[in-house]
T-cell receptor, first 114, second 115 residues
Framework: NAGVTQTPKFRVLKTGQSMTLLCAQDMNHEYMYWYRQDPGMGLRLIHYSVGEGTTAKGEVPDGYNVSRLKKQNFLLGLESAAPSQTSVYFCASSRSLAGGETQYFGPGTRLLVL | GESVGLHLPTLSVQEGDNSIINCAYSNSASDYFIWYKQESGKGPQFIID?????DKRQGQRVTVLLNKTVKHLSLQIAATQPGDSAVYFCAENLSLNNAGNMLTFGGGTRLMVKP
């Protein structure tokens, strides 16, 4: 199993440009999550999904949209990138709802917005 | 507001010594706690977890202790090795009432192992 994969690994955008980050998992997990990590800080939840076709806002959702059209994929979109969105983005997935289910993380996507 | 935090931003230990990384939490509703290890350029990697109805859990070379009275969590690494050098995050889990679970991460502690 590849686990959780993310594409691209690195991207540079100009302010106002749009892009989509792709997350894929091959573990048949129901739950998927997008986090951002800023220097010297822990991860903050942007959006999450509890199943195919469903999404919900996390702690810092503004400026991002997500879609979960297929169970194995969770897309994070930036419609109009801003320098404040320069960060490392991590996707994660977990098997079920129950408290105590480990989240497995992808390798991250580094995004630089100029 | 409620948060998860860490006492020490950087911990330097000698190879072979034991390491202790501490974490304070303030959300009494959290039911599950996790320690993650993050190496440079990689995503967080699960190390060990503990449920709120336990006070100690042991893994391979790692032990997590939970003190609910003072809302304190610690990660103990025995016989620390150079490969243990990384940033360690504690995270607390909240179940979101049939809406998944949300992890709140602390700021991280960098562990540096001296040969």
């Amino acid at each position: 199993n590849a686990g959780v994969t993310q594409t691209p690994k690195f991207r540079v955008l100009k302010t106002g440009q749009s892009m989509t980050l792709l997350c894929a998992q091959d573990m048949n997990h129901e739950y998927m999550y997008w986090y951002r990590q800023d220097p010297g800080m822990g991860l903050r939840l942007i959006h999450y999904s509890v199943g195919e076709g469903t999404t919900a806002k996390g702690e810092v959702p503004d400026g991002y949209n997500v879609s979960r059209l297929k169970k194995q994929n969770f897309l994070l979109g930036l419609e109009s990138a801003a320098p404040s969105q320069t960060s490392v983005y991590f996707c994660a997935s977990s098997r079920s709802l129950a408290g105590g289910e480990t989240q497995y993380f992808g390798p991250g996507t580094r995004l630089l917005v100029l | 507001g409620e948060s998860v935090g860490l006492h020490l931003p950087t911990l330097s230990v000698q190879e072979g010594d034991n390491s202790i990384i501490n974490c304070a939490y303030s959300n009494s509703a959290s039911d599950y706690f996790i320690w993650y290890k993050q190496e440079s350029g990689k995503g967080p990697q699960f190390i060990i977890d503990i449920r709120s109805n336990m006070d100690k859990r042991q893994g391979q070379r790692v032990t997590v202790l939970l003190n609910k009275t003072v809302k304190h969590l610690s990660l103990q690494i025995a016989a620390t090795q150079p490969g243990d050098s990384a940033v360690y995050f504690c995270a607390e889990n909240l179940s979101l009432n049939n809406a998944g679970n949300m992890l709140t991460f602390g700021g991280g502690t960098r562990l540096m192992v001296k040969p």
